[in-house]
């Protein structure tokens, strides 16, 4: 996922928000200057982002009187310098959550319980998506079930979409393909040898079809295969089945036999992230945080739905971000007011749709932005067709921790150089991935038993 690429420009406000998170947490007695209200807000996100919430907040502010301190850091140090707050006993007032970080936060108590203030405010739940609330839902057992208890609201969804560079595809006389129906794989790949050339002439291919990366967009592919990374009460790992094996082995033949994906050297030398926003990659994903920096590149693209495997449906996931309130907040209720204002308000989701870094949390806004015949990109209806139709979460969002999840990674390197079948690699890493899962669940169990 590209997120991390656009907010490198936070560096430098996330030391800030390092050096200053112990003076203006909920441990300053939730009063400012002057003894006015005051609570924290820590989140992750760029220039665009933070631009959106200073706005939002502001408006907050105007309401309430309550004025909020920001702490905003870089996506990949959030969750250390939340560790960190947590740690040190001086944890925000509001902040991110995480989904794979929401069990244990509650275990330890980090998060407060907001089910009735969330009932009493007044919000219509119904009207935010349901893959949205349920995230931050936990029953004690399992998470992401509707009748769990509420420890935070989205922030918002990510549906991980397809993008084509139109421009590209006209240029080489491609129909474009349907906003609809997707791909077959063989379509696909055929497409992709299309636009795979050497398009100066200095024998160098500089010009390629796609460029994925296997941890971001393998899911798509073993989903629509028939394949899945464990059982339906996430007690199994599954990792070990034709149906995953041959997404996988997809996966790789992109490079070492279909040749359609620049090389290792190629990519060594410009990621093909870099090689997509330069207008060299035909297909790529696209998600909404992507929007505000695609809408400025140099060629046209618009979303499509996935390539489909075996089962001829197209798949991919949906993520999604909390806010949550801290237990030891001294303002739980003007927390709480600011989680419900930022996920749930119209004119604060305004606010954060028009910078372009999420599609509306609410349902009937949604509809109206999807529909606007001057957006960009134009089939904007496809990031709602994964949320409310064919989206999943992430394997390891509602597990106990991913490190049973994250081991698929750690040595798959031969078989996407071709070195290894992906059939004899997922042989080996399922019993060590079903070790952790074990892990994990017991750690839940012993979690949970505690709280």
């Given amino acids: 996922m590209k997120r991390n690429r656009l907010i490198a420009g936070a560096l430098c406000a996330a030391v800030a928000g390092a050096l200053t998170l112990t003076a203006c947490s909920s441990g300053d007695g939730g009063s400012g200057d002057g003894g006015d209200k005051q609570i924290t807000f820590m989140f992750r996100g760029g220039a665009d982002e933070k631009a959106a919430y200073e706005a939002a907040i502001a408006k907050y502010t105007a309401d309430t009187g309550v004025k909020v301190k920001v702490i905003v850091t870089d996506a990949d140090q959030y969750a250390t310098k939340l560790q960190a707050a947590v740690a040190g006993n001086n944890v925000p007032d509001v902040f991110y959550i995480e989904q794979a970080s929401l069990q244990s936060y509650v275990s330890s108590g980090v998060l407060m319980d907001i089910t009735d203030e969330v009932a009493a405010s007044g919000i219509d739940l119904d009207n935010l998506w349901p893959y949205g609330v349920d995230s931050y839902r936990f029953d004690g057992t399992l998470q992401g079930t509707p009748d769990g208890k509420l420890y935070g609201l989205p922030k918002d969804v990510g549906p991980f979409s397809f993008g084509y560079n139109k421009t590209m595809l006209e240029a080489a006389g491609i129909p474009l393909p349907d906003k609809d129906t997707p791909l ?67 996966f790789a033949d992109l490079t070492n036999v279909d040749k359609v994906t620049p090389s290792a050297s190629d990519a060594a030398t410009l990621d093909t992230y870099q090689r997509w926003m330069a207008g060299q990659i035909g297909f790529f994903p696209v998600g909404p945080w992507d929007v505000s920096t695609y809408n400025k590149l140099d060629f046209d693209y618009d979303l499509i739905p ?17 806010i949550g309130v801290s237990n030891t907040s001294k303002l739980p209720d003007d927390a709480v007011k600011l989680v419900t204002y930022l996920s749930a308000d119209p004119t604060a989701q305004q606010t954060l749709v028009d910078a372009g870094v999420q599609i509306p949390n609410l349902v009937d806004m949604a509809g109206t932005w999807a529909a606007a015949t001057d957006s960009t990109p134009a089939n904007r209806q496809e990031f709602l067709d994964i949320v409310q139709d064919y989206g999943r979460a992430m394997p390891a969002a509602f597990t106990y921790g991913a490190e049973w999840y994250d081991e698929l990674w750690t040595n798959i390197q031969p078989v996407l150089d071709g070195k290894q079948t992906a059939a004899d690699y997922l042989a080996e890493e399922q019993p060590k991935m079903q070790k952790l899962l074990d892990e994990s669940n017991a750690n839940a169990e012993q979690a949970a038993a505690g709280s």
């Fill in 184 to 250: 077959t794989w063989d379509q696909f790949v055929d497409i992709s040898k299309q636009l795979t050339k050497d398009t100066d002439g200095d024998g160098a291919i500089d010009q390629w079809g796609t460029g994925l990366n296997v941890q971001w967009n393998l899911q798509s592919m073993v989903w629509s295969n028939g394949g899945d990374w464990t059982n339906a009460d996430r007690t199994k790992v599954t990792v070990d089945t034709p149906e995953f094996a041959a997404a996988l082995q997809r």
């Fill in 306 to 322: 996935w390539p489909a495997g075996d089962t001829g449906e197209s798949a991919t996931w949906v993520g999604s971000l909390g």
